[in-house]
Antibody, heavy 121, light 105 residues
Framework: EMQLVESGGGLVKPGGTLRISCAGS????????MGWVRQAPGKGLEWLGR??????????AYTAPVKDRFTISRDDSRNTLYLQIHSLKTEDTAVYYC????????????WGRGTLVTVSP | EIVLTQSPATLSLSPGERATLSCRAS????LAWYQHTPGQAPRLLIN???NRAPGVPGRFSGSGSGTDFTLTISSLEPEDFAVYYC?????????FGQGTKVEIK
């Protein structure tokens, strides 16, 4: 069974840097296109970015509002996806979800349960 | 970036009723639908081929192409009261609509 588990969230101060991780299991992690989505309190889902599998080129795409501060990377040897956020702002407070695209056409994608990041002085 | 506009923002219905949710894109897209219940991870309902994801009940169906799409729930069950999002996927950045909340009338 595909499973994703995020870690590394918590309380951080504005202006700081945070890296959150996502560990995958139950599937061939290196084949998956992975991504991050967040949900701020009382708001909808916001797509942040995705990284291709290395066999497909490993390209990263971000949504425009975050592309200068967010960095997505992966370590296939550790089956782990990362999201690094620089210059944290209070509006980055959200639950951050890790996602994996379906590995076969018509299959299910996979989401983690999310990790809460709170940015506050 | 591609903008997705969902309507209505809120749909107030009773169990057993039919729900029709709309999503309009600012340009031609491939579109999926998600269900999100508080405290849980979002769940893929309909993929970009307008097919139900594995395990999704038959009362959920997706239709449309190009820029106009519809999610239909033929007869609402108690567990269907949730927020529904459309999401586009292409070569560049993806995006979600702002969501439609289906609430109990």
């Amino acid at each position: 069974e595909m499973q994703l588990v995020e870690s590394g969230g918590g309380l951080v101060k504005p202006g700081g840097t945070l890296r959150i991780s996502c560990a995958g299991s139950g599937f061939r992690f290196s084949d998956a296109w992975m991504g991050w989505v967040r949900q701020a309190p009382g708001k909808g889902l916001e797509w942040l970015g995705r990284i291709q599998s290395n066999v497909d080129g490993g390209a990263v795409a971000y949504t425009a509002p975050v592309k200068d501060r967010f960095t997505i990377s992966r370590d296939d040897s550790r089956n782990t996806l990362y999201l690094q956020i620089h210059s944290l702002k209070t509006e980055d407070t959200a639950v951050y979800y890790c996602t994996a695209d379906p590995l076969i056409r018509g299959g299910a994608d996979c989401w983690g349960r999310g990790t809460l990041v709170t940015v506050s002085p | 970036e591609i903008v997705l506009t969902q309507s209505p923002a809120t749909l107030s219905l009773s169990p057993g009723e039919r729900a029709t949710l709309s999503c309009r894109a600012s340009q031609t897209v491939n579109l999926a639908w998600y269900q999100h219940t508080p405290g849980q991870a979002p769940r893929l309902l309909i993929n970009e081929d307008s097919n139900r994801a594995p395990g999704v009940p038959g009362r959920f169906s997706g239709s449309g192409s190009g820029t106009d799409f519809t999610l239909t729930i033929s007869s609402l069950e108690p567990e269907d009261f949730a927020v529904y999002y459309c999401r586009q996927r292409g070569r560049g950045p993806r995006s979600f609509g702002q969501g439609t909340k289906v609430e109990i009338k």
